[in-house]
């Protein structure tokens, strides 16, 4: 008899919303366990099974924590502000309010269905003007705290989409920048833009990753996006005139090598200097330039730039060098300007060959090439015989003396361009007179929601649909005549404080975050406990997100550094095929179509035991249906003779549940789901199970297929309290056997881990415990299995490349 899912999965969920069980309560007497979902865009696709990975796995967490006596937070909400959502509305003149709302009933539906216990009374969505007022507020704050301001910047303008794009939104074709959605062309013009000074958290944010337990990988993806450089500015007077300029170096100590200057094309001081002989080449050689995007510049195959015409003097040693524009120099890091040692420097070299200037060595040291390594200095003046660091601190210490330069740091990092020429977004809450000076809006002149309009249009001015709502633009405002910014949020903004909005959450609006209530609220839960999501944010809302916190944290909002304490990164569900899944590869599979062909109980059950959470797993249908056959083989299992005491069961009993506890702690989901599987089997050997055995199996087994184990523990066990809320089982240490062996593990011949196992475990388990390892699967990164050999008792050996 196999048990009908249909029924069962609907009864429950109905019990546990309209009783309302996984309401979470602002108490004080439990522990708190804060456990986060990246929150979805809710696009017009639905959920897909990749979301159901990990979402099933705060679940399981949560569901544990509950049982254990944790009060678990684990909230959910939409990141409803967007482009697609914009685009559907140019594109059919419909409401992209309305579409967005839809959307989310059917994520929500879906959620629902998957069996994910969410208290919904904290749902929010950023588009909610309850919500985005705060998202609002805080801008005002950076705004008053000099963290935001407009400049006339450089933009990724695309044309089609009608907006600026962030870097990461772009793509590379053929050297030319197109957008990531819709593959149109893009190119760089000045526009009036928002910033947010992120630049001045750079340090903070670097610093303060070691108090978090995320991914290597993932610190290091940050701590590359930030780049710091420490070096120094060196400022070079031009020849025969008054002008001079600063560089940015992270070798001061090769300035002896210094044979030629470059400025960027863009830096504005080439006009000032460019001689009239050269104006004609100089000027061509800029709008070339205007094309190209940075990532290009820097990785272009052949070196280009042009004689300026006009002079720098070394200031140590009073050389005149000729300066040169190159598009190798970029506008926007350091100071847009470079002193060139092609003798130490590799672009400087190919350029000093390509154009026959000077190469000067400073530095010993045997290459082809440009030398790039330390050595001891020659022809260097004061530094003579130093090496690389001992020279640099003396000529820095030399160049503050004669006040012709100073030791910095620069950072990769650039400031947040936070305007989006879009309708569907986070107004800005400020105006401007006719001067363009800013007025922030008060408090209670919060939320500035959105016009409602017919019809969103392009503007035609490369302004915002905003653009032709008049009479919500052009206001009077304290006497004066002033207008909107047309221009709206970027859809991070809203996500960067929206695990701070849960908890602050409540029915019909929101604790307001500027008073002692939030505060105590937010000490109360901060910082969240886990984090799961996949690597795509690692830069983006991963950066932006902590650099509100730290601002909050500077308000005196927040009590944390971080937000998020650990991070998981959830790996990606590729289609039957092995290939990520996607429409026109038509290897989509849709967990609507899973759960109706074998109940959600399965599908999370399945998920689960596809491998580790982090790994890249491949879909298989014919895996489904084996997770079928357990749980009905488990339901089964439930019509055996319930007795007393079933002895020859204790000790597999006891093991079950150390192992359970201790992997969904480390959230090894799938080892937990196999060694479920051994106690199922070990119970149809006897065919029978003490009321002990029969309960705490359940509760095991609970926070992975919720459904069925309450079904279960209602109309066969006979109990009238739901699981949710029962007691953790507790193993009892006398019944484990300390009957264990040495296993080793190899990953392409090196041993990689020593495991301590239980004697006779089986091949499966054996492999799944050494993917499992971490050293294993630190070395097994970015590497396809090939094949895997287990010899129990004595070996598991991966081939992988
Ligand atoms: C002289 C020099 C000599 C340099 C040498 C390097 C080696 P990172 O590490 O990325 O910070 N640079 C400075 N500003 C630049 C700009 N706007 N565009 C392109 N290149 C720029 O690199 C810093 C180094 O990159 C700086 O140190 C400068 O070249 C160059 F043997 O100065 B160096």
Same mark, same amino acid.
């Given at each position: 008899?196999?048990?009908?899912?249909?029924?069962?999965?609907?009864?429950?969920?109905?019990?546990?919303?309209?009783?309302?069980?996984?309401?979470?309560?602002?108490?004080?007497?439990?522990?708190?366990?804060?456990?986060?979902?990246?929150?979805?865009?809710?696009?017009?696709?639905?959920?897909?099974?990749?979301?159901?990975?990990?979402?099933?796995?705060?679940?399981?967490?949560?569901?544990?924590?509950?049982?254990?006596?944790?009060?678990?937070?684990?909230?959910?909400?939409?990141?409803?502000?967007?482009?697609?959502?914009?685009?559907?509305?140019?594109?059919?003149?419909?409401?992209?309010?309305?579409?967005?709302?839809?959307?989310?009933?059917?994520?929500?539906?879906?959620?629902?269905?998957?069996?994910?216990?969410?208290?919904?009374?904290?749902?929010?969505?950023?588009?909610?003007?309850?919500?985005?007022?705060?998202?609002?507020?805080?801008?005002?704050?950076?705004?008053?705290?000099?963290?935001?301001?407009?400049?006339?910047?450089?933009?990724?303008?695309?044309?089609?989409?009608?907006?600026?794009?962030?870097?990461?939104?772009?793509?590379?074709?053929?050297?030319?920048?197109?957008?990531?959605?819709?593959?149109?062309?893009?190119?760089?013009?000045?526009?009036?833009?928002?910033?947010?000074?992120?630049?001045?958290?750079?340090?903070?944010?670097?610093?303060?990753?070691?108090?978090?337990?995320?991914?290597?990988?993932?610190?290091?993806?940050?701590?590359?996006?930030?780049?710091?450089?420490?070096?120094?500015?060196?400022?070079?007077?031009?020849?025969?005139?008054?002008?001079?300029?600063?560089?940015?170096?992270?070798?001061?100590?090769?300035?002896?090598?210094?044979?030629?200057?470059?400025?960027?094309?863009?830096?504005?001081?080439?006009?000032?200097?460019?001689?009239?002989?050269?104006?004609?080449?100089?000027?061509?050689?800029?709008?070339?330039?205007?094309?190209?995007?940075?990532?290009?510049?820097?990785?272009?195959?052949?070196?280009?730039?042009?004689?300026?015409?006009?002079?720098?003097?070394?200031?140590?040693?009073?050389?005149?060098?000729?300066?040169?524009?190159?598009?190798?120099?970029?506008?926007?890091?350091?100071?847009?300007?470079?002193?060139?040692?092609?003798?130490?420097?590799?672009?400087?070299?190919?350029?000093?060959?390509?154009?026959?200037?000077?190469?000067?060595?400073?530095?010993?040291?045997?290459?082809?090439?440009?030398?790039?390594?330390?050595?001891?200095?020659?022809?260097?003046?004061?530094?003579? @015989?130093?090496?690389?660091? !001992?020279?640099?601190?003396? %000529?820095?210490?030399?160049? *503050?003396?004669? +006040? #012709?330069?100073?030791? $910095?740091?620069?950072?990769?990092?650039?400031?947040?361009?936070?305007?989006?020429?879009?309708?569907?977004?986070?107004?800005?809450?400020?105006?401007?007179?006719?001067?363009?000076?800013?007025?922030?809006?008060?408090?209670?002149?919060?939320?500035?929601?959105?016009?409602?309009?017919?019809?969103?249009?392009?503007?035609?001015?490369?302004?915002?649909?905003?653009?032709?709502?008049?009479?919500?633009?052009?206001?009077?405002?304290?006497?004066?005549?002033?207008?909107?910014?047309?221009?709206?949020?970027?859809?991070?903004?809203?996500?960067?404080?929206?695990?701070? @909005?849960?908890?602050?959450? !409540?029915?019909?609006?929101? %604790?307001?975050?500027?008073? *002692?209530?939030? +505060? #105590?609220?937010?000490? $109360?839960?901060?910082?969240?406990?886990?984090?799961?999501?996949?690597?795509?944010?690692?830069?983006?809302?991963?950066?932006?997100?902590?650099?509100?916190?730290?601002?909050?944290?500077?308000?005196?909002?927040?009590?944390?550094?971080?937000?998020?304490?650990?991070?998981?990164?959830?790996?990606?569900?590729?289609?039957?095929?092995?290939?990520?899944?996607?429409?026109?590869?038509?290897?989509?599979?849709?967990?609507?179509?899973?759960?109706?062909?074998?109940?959600?109980?399965?599908?999370?059950?399945?998920?689960?035991?596809?491998?580790?959470?982090?790994?890249?797993?491949?879909?298989?249908? !014919?895996?489904?249906?084996? %997770?079928?056959?357990?749980?009905?083989?488990?339901?089964?299992?439930?019509?055996?003779?319930?007795?007393?005491?079933?002895?020859?069961?204790?000790?597999?009993?006891?093991?079950?549940?150390?192992?359970?506890?201790?992997?969904?702690?480390?959230?090894?989901?799938?080892?937990?789901?196999?060694?479920?599987?051994?106690?199922?089997?070990?119970?149809?050997?006897?065919?029978?199970?003490?009321?002990?055995?029969?309960?705490?199996?359940?509760?095991?087994?609970?926070?992975?297929?919720?459904?069925?184990?309450?079904?279960?523990?209602?109309?066969?066990?006979?109990?009238?309290?739901?699981?949710?809320?029962?007691?953790?089982?507790?193993?009892?240490?006398?019944?484990?056997?300390?009957?264990?062996?040495?296993?080793?593990?190899?990953?392409?011949?090196?041993?990689?881990?020593?495991?301590?196992?239980?004697?006779?475990?089986?091949?499966?388990?054996?492999?799944?415990?050494?993917?499992?390892?971490?050293?294993?699967?630190?070395?097994?990164?970015?590497?396809?299995?090939?094949?895997?050999?287990?010899?129990?008792?004595?070996?598991?050996?991966?081939?992988?490349?």
């Amino acid at each position: 008899m196999n048990y009908d899912y249909k029924k069962i999965e609907k009864k429950w969920q109905n019990y546990w919303h309209e009783n309302q069980l996984f309401k979470t309560e602002n108490e004080n007497l439990k522990p708190k366990k804060y456990i986060l979902d990246m929150f979805p865009y809710p696009s017009a696709y639905g959920l897909h099974v990749g979301h159901i990975s990990g979402y099933t796995a705060t679940d399981i967490l949560s569901r544990y924590y509950r049982m254990k006596g944790f009060n678990v937070l684990h909230p959910f909400g939409w990141d409803a502000f967007g482009l697609p959502a914009e685009q559907f509305a140019l594109k059919t003149g419909k409401d992209p309010e309305e579409f967005t709302k839809q959307n989310i009933e059917t994520f929500k539906r879906q959620l629902i269905e998957s069996g994910k216990g969410i208290d919904w009374s904290r749902e929010l969505s950023t588009a909610d003007p309850n919500y985005f007022k705060w998202t609002q507020w805080i801008f005002k704050k950076l705004y008053e705290h000099n963290l935001a301001e407009i400049k006339d910047i450089e933009v990724n303008w695309c044309e089609e989409l009608g907006t600026v794009l962030a870097n990461d939104e772009i793509l590379i074709v053929d050297g030319m920048m197109v957008s990531e959605r819709g593959n149109y062309p893009v190119y760089k013009k000045a526009m009036r833009q928002w910033v947010l000074k992120i630049t001045e958290y750079a340090d903070r944010l670097l610093d303060d990753l070691k108090l978090v337990d995320w991914p290597e990988n993932l610190k290091e993806m940050q701590r590359n996006w930030i780049g710091k450089s420490t070096g120094a500015i060196i400022n070079f007077d031009c020849l025969g005139s008054e002008i001079s300029f600063d560089v940015f170096t992270t070798r001061p100590d090769t300035i002896y090598g210094a044979t030629y200057c470059v400025l960027a094309p863009e830096n504005p001081l080439v006009l000032d200097i460019v001689t009239s002989d050269e104006e004609e080449s100089v000027r061509n050689y800029i709008i070339t330039t205007k094309q190209k995007s940075d990532l290009e510049r820097q990785t272009n195959k052949e070196k280009t730039g042009v004689f300026t015409g006009a002079y720098a003097i070394n200031p140590v040693n009073n050389k005149e060098i000729p300066i040169w524009i190159a598009d190798y120099v970029l506008p926007h890091y350091g100071t847009g300007a470079v002193m060139a040692v092609p003798a130490h420097d590799d672009r400087d070299n190919e350029f000093a060959i390509k154009y026959g200037l000077d190469i000067i060595e400073v530095i010993q040291g045997e290459t082809d090439g440009a030398f790039t390594g330390d050595g001891v200095h020659y022809n260097s003046g004061i530094i003579d @015989g130093l090496n690389n660091s !001992e020279a640099s601190e003396k %000529i820095i210490s030399y160049l *503050e003396k004669i +006040k #012709k330069g100073y030791a $910095k740091n620069n950072y990769k990092l650039r400031d947040w361009v936070f305007s989006r020429q879009r309708y569907w977004g986070e107004p800005f809450p400020v105006v401007f007179d006719e001067n363009n000076n800013i007025y922030v809006l008060k408090d209670e002149e919060l939320p500035l929601e959105l016009p409602k309009m017919k019809n969103i249009k392009p503007s035609g001015t490369g302004e915002s649909p905003l653009a032709n709502a008049h009479t919500w633009l052009n206001i009077e405002y304290d006497g004066m005549k002033v207008r909107r910014d047309t221009n709206t949020m970027p859809q991070l903004a809203g996500s960067s404080w929206y695990y701070i @909005g849960y908890i602050l959450k !409540e029915h019909l609006g929101m %604790i307001p975050l500027n008073t *002692e209530e939030a +505060k #105590k609220e937010l000490k $109360k839960w901060l910082p969240v406990d886990l984090y799961v999501g996949g690597t795509e944010h690692a830069v983006g809302h991963l950066l932006y997100s902590r650099f509100w916190h730290k601002f909050l944290y500077d308000l005196g909002i927040v009590d944390t550094k971080e937000p998020f304490l650990k991070l998981v990164n959830q790996g990606m569900i590729l289609g039957p095929d092995n290939t990520k899944m996607s429409k026109s590869r038509g290897n989509v599979i849709n967990p609507d179509d899973i759960i109706f062909e074998f109940g959600a109980d399965t599908l999370r059950v399945y998920e689960m035991f596809m491998g580790p959470i982090e790994a890249e797993k491949a879909w298989s249908t !014919e895996g489904v249906a084996g %997770i079928k056959r357990f749980l009905d083989r488990m339901f089964r299992m439930y019509s055996f003779e319930i007795v007393d005491n079933v002895d020859e069961l204790n000790m597999i009993h006891h093991q079950t549940i150390k192992k359970v506890t201790e992997d969904i702690e480390k959230m090894g989901y799938n080892t937990a789901v196999s060694a479920l599987m051994v106690f199922v089997n070990e119970v149809y050997k006897v065919k029978k199970m003490s009321k002990k055995q029969a309960r705490d199996f359940l509760k095991l087994l609970n926070p992975f297929a919720p459904h069925i184990t309450e079904e279960i523990n209602k109309e066969i066990l006979k109990q009238h309290e739901t699981l949710l809320y029962s007691e953790w089982p507790i193993y009892d240490e006398a019944y484990l056997v300390l009957d264990e062996v040495e296993v080793v593990v190899q990953v392409n011949g090196k041993l990689r881990a020593r495991l301590s196992v239980a004697n006779n475990t089986s091949k499966e388990e054996l492999e799944n415990i050494a993917l499992n390892n971490e050293n294993v699967s630190k070395h097994l990164e970015g590497l396809t299995i090939r094949k895997i050999v287990v010899i129990p008792n004595k070996l598991v050996n991966i081939v992988a490349n």
